[in-house]
């Protein structure tokens, strides 16, 4: 908490927006007092008092979190066949209802870490930022729109087994490690957001709460895989829409909407550059990610296509009126921690820290269900069929064995600092590749080679990327992401003209290989 209150007071310096006001955590032992020193004097100081009723508070959150879990897996049904454990249809074999599907894949999207990345940007680039980042939620209808083609035009029941079909078993393993690796890191990059919100990064209160977080989440998706999945996702919305709303109405009226839209500049060193990475990587960024793809694959194909679309749209618009919460920071100066919204959160008392806590935790909850469900999915059904075993009698009880694994493994890296696996994260560049082989995929048959040349194409850039290996030339402006729009929009071009390369090596005229429907 030392390190934070230093922090406050380099960022506010004389621009405290009130007096007297107190600034917490539910964890602490001290509540922050802001107090003026003396009458007449420009300045502020901030003092650390003790406060019993913290201790109140802090009992309240963790009671919070416990209550969140026992009430999910009181509402979460009963799945214990594949149809719903794996597909998340009812007992009577049917998938979820369009609404069902729109409002899961729309709250199963905005994870905890995403909606701080929002609040972040929009600090750091005003309008601009928050725009940027919300733009990547224009990836669910691009997903859908292909989805629908892939289902209706090349009889696909799944990507792996898509891939499988169209570029041999090889590529479908590729594409199931990269996906695996995502999933792995979605575990702990959202019980760390969870964490944060009750202590300092690697402190027992940090710990303690993402893993009682995980342990809560892993309970309820235990008893029914992806139906338990789809239908808490729809309570969760709810209450992320809800206290959203709350956020909002609390932090917003500080400011008119003039100033708060207008903050920031529409050039490329402005944010304009992120911008245009964002539009470049949602034609690739959605087909790595089994929580929405899976469930592209549940219902019928028009109602998916309708609930994709209006999920996009919702997920857009609720990112971009988060990242505002980053737009009042900036405008009050808080821009330089990594957690906007805490920061912003401890301003707010307990009213506004309990609705920002309620707004992490359902939107985390929703990811991680999510995650665990496509986990297990890949391990018991998709990896047995890639090795071309028959299908495991026992599938619902070895997806059930792979959550337990993955939420013990995969809070390693928060419980060693998050830091450690920035090199093997699969980053939207890495998957860049994954364009062209799912949108062009109507123009050739059985091409395995197109695969490879396009994903690894994709992957080398993104690892050369990601270690500064980049040449300068590349770079589209001079702003910060300069080099990362220049990989993406010259690696793009390389990938496609790598997937049809090997059509044009043997001479043949490029023609749709869809079929009929």
Same mark, same amino acid.
Do not use: K
């Given at each position: 908490m030392d390190s934070w209150i230093r922090g406050f007071v380099a960022r506010h310096g004389k621009k405290i927006p009130r007096l007297d006001c107190k600034l917490w955590s539910p964890c602490d032992d001290h509540s922050i007092v802001i107090r003026k020193n003396h009458p007449g004097t420009p300045f502020y100081s901030l003092q650390c008092e003790n406060h019993k009723m913290n201790e109140l508070h802090g009992l309240f959150f963790w009671g919070f979190l416990l209550l969140f879990g026992a009430v999910m897996y009181l509402i979460s049904p009963r799945s214990s066949d594949d149809a719903g454990f794996f597909r998340g !249809?009812? @007992?009577? +074999?049917?998938?979820? %209802?369009?609404? =069902?599907?729109m409002m899961s894949v729309f709250i199963s999207w905005i994870f905890a870490k995403s909606v701080t990345n929002a609040a972040n940007l929009g600090a750091a680039y005003g309008i601009v930022g928050g725009l940027a980042y919300a733009t990547y939620w224009l990836s669910i209808p691009v997903a859908g729109v292909v989805i629908y083609r892939l289902r209706t035009r090349e009889g696909a029941t799944g990507l792996v087994s898509f891939l499988v079909g169209k570029y041999g078993r090889g590529a479908a393993l590729a594409f199931s490690v990269a996906i695996l690796v995502r999933l792995f890191n979605e575990v702990w990059s959202n019980t760390a957001v969870v964490g944060g919100y009750y202590g300092e990064s690697g402190t027992a209160a940090f710990i303690g709460a993402a893993l009682l977080f995980t342990a809560v989440v892993l309970f309820y998706s235990l008893k029914g895989g992806l139906r338990s999945s789809i239908f808490t996702d729809v309570v969760q919305a709810v209450v992320f829409? &809800?206290?959203?709303?709350?956020?909002? =109405?609390?932090? &917003?009226? @500080? !400011?008119?909407?003039?100033?708060?839209? %207008?903050? +920031?500049?529409f050039t490329l060193a402005g944010g304009v550059d992120l911008l245009l990475v964002a539009l470049l990587q949602v034609f690739s960024y959605p087909f790595h990610d089994p929580v929405l793809t899976d469930r592209g694959f549940i219902s019928r194909e028009k109602s998916m296509l309708r609930a994709f679309i209006v999920a996009g749209v919702l997920g857009f618009l609720g990112i971009l009126a988060f990242s505002l919460v980053g737009v009042h920071a900036r405008l009050e100066g808080i821009t330089s921690g990594s957690n906007i919204p805490a920061d912003v959160a401890r301003g707010l008392g307990f009213a506004g820290f309990f609705a920002m806590i309620a707004v992490m935790i359902s939107s985390a909850a929703s990811t991680l269900d999510s995650t665990f469900s496509s986990l297990s999915k890949s391990v018991a059904q998709e990896l047995p069929m890639l090795a071309g075993r028959e299908p495991l009698p026992r599938a619902v009880r070895i997806g059930a064995l792979t959550m337990v694994v993955f939420a013990l493994l995969g809070n390693l890296p928060m419980l060693a600092g998050t830091d450690i696996l920035k090199a093997t994260t699969i980053s939207g560049t890495m998957v860049i590749g994954l364009a062209p082989i799912f949108l062009f995929s109507r123009w050739v048959g059985y091409s395995p080679l197109s695969f490879h040349l396009a994903f690894w194409s994709g992957m080398l850039l993104g690892i050369l990327q990601a270690i500064h290996l980049i040449p300068p030339s590349w770079a589209i402006g001079d702003g910060k992401y300069a080099i990362l729009l220049g990989t993406n929009l010259y690696g793009l071009a390389l990938c496609s003209v790598a997937f049809f390369l090997p059509l044009l090596m043997s001479g043949k005229r490029l023609r749709s290989c869809e079929t009929p429907a």
């Open positions: !249809h009812d @007992a009577q +074999g049917r998938g979820p %209802s369009e609404w =069902a599907l829409l &809800l206290f959203l709303g709350v956020v909002v =109405a609390v932090v &917003l009226p @500080a !400011h008119s909407p003039t100033q708060l839209l %207008s903050e +920031g500049r």
